[in-house]
DNA sequence: CATATTTTGGACTGATCGATACAAAACTGG
DNA sequence: CCAGTTTTGTATCGATCAGTCCAAAATATG
């Protein structure tokens, strides 16, 4: 029809996401955003419409990359309980590999809170598919005997969830691997059955 | 000597406090400092140099008030494990309270990481005296046989400074008070003594 | 009461904010 | 190769950013 656009989206959204990931919303300035992605304002505005919407976009451009790679992590585990053993120490390998990026979902929700209903929901939703997914590993766990019986499934994933997040945030505020696995071990210890 | 300051220093500080609590940084403007501490913009500048060492200062406040408030609140109980089942327990209600509010420093961690160095030193310090404090609630809750003598203090406080993040940011992106006691159970009986 | 010192309010700075306007450029379908 | 459509670069918008300037106001000291 006409003229065609001379960038990938996707890979724009993910240059973009990497610029909020490290500075934050209010950090990152669409002049930031530009340089980023390697794109014109034109171009940023005329696929984006605007900050806010290329927000939402890198957000959830983020929480599809982690849900899939975790739904997939999780698979390659045998026991429940080695699936905690395996989201934790893989969070703690990511972190030393990125020398503590932190999460974007994290630091959306420090930054945030509540404030935003468009983030809220985001939010919302990306907790809600991690919690579900943790509540299976956990109800599988109890059944092949290796989770704690005793607890409710989804306050296992409750559990397992903000272990992850406070993780994260060890690793941001630049916390050594052995101090993290520590934490993990603890908490692997806390879920498993007795 | 000269014309007195018409305004409380430490009060303003704690109003400045709570914009950047609830906005972040980037997220608070000089103007709404100017709103939020009744002061003019000169006052604020005369007093307190920049944005960023305003900012300081309601850090340094915040982590003050912060200790302060923890050091108390842990001698009030009897054994070890209590001391961190009413750390966990305090910091639900005080989140329940306030509606979610957060932590300044989580937030703090979550917008800057380590970028800025004297933010860090800050933090750095703060988690620091932290995880002191819960290293020796540890310890002493070792003697008294009521925690589990079989990991190391210092690992037993990163745990459980991890833990008051994640049961933060739970709260922070509107969790509800049962999904909170639920992780803070898991956590007590995680250190609890076997 | 006069002088020295500080605080205060308000106007103002250049820089940068997010967003828009517009025309040249680049393509597709006819 | 032309008409129609979209993208792109550049210039620019008004608003707001953090921070400064300065004169009026308010106090302490002599």
């Avoid at 766990?141 to 903000?162: K, M, V, W, Y």
């Amino acid at each position: 029809m006409a003229r065609p656009k001379e960038f990938d989206e996707r890979a724009a959204i993910g240059r973009a996401m990497d610029a909020f990931w490290v500075r934050g919303y209010e950090g990152t300035s669409t002049q930031a955003l530009c340089e980023a992605t390697g794109l014109g304002r034109s171009s940023i505005y005329n696929t984006f419409t605007s900050k806010h919407e290329l927000f939402m976009r890198a957000l959830d451009h983020y929480a599809e990359r982690g849900i899939v790679a975790r739904t997939a992590l999780l698979e390659e585990s045998e026991t429940g309980i080695e699936r905690f053993r395996t989201l934790f120490s893989y969070t703690i390998e990511e972190e030393v590999e990125h020398h503590g990026r932190g999460c974007l979902v994290v630091n959306t929700v420090a930054e945030f809170g509540d404030r935003d209903p468009e983030i809220k929901a985001r939010i919302d939703a990306d907790t809600g598919r991690h919690l579900t997914l943790l509540a299976s590993c956990a109800r599988e766990g109890q059944l092949d005997g290796t989770i704690d019986s005793a607890r409710e499934p989804g306050d296992i994933a409750e559990f397992a969830h903000s272990t992850v997040a406070g993780l994260r945030l060890m690793s941001r505020r630049g916390a050594g691997r052995a101090a993290m696995e520590a934490v993990a071990d603890i908490a692997v210890n806390a879920i498993a059955a007795k």
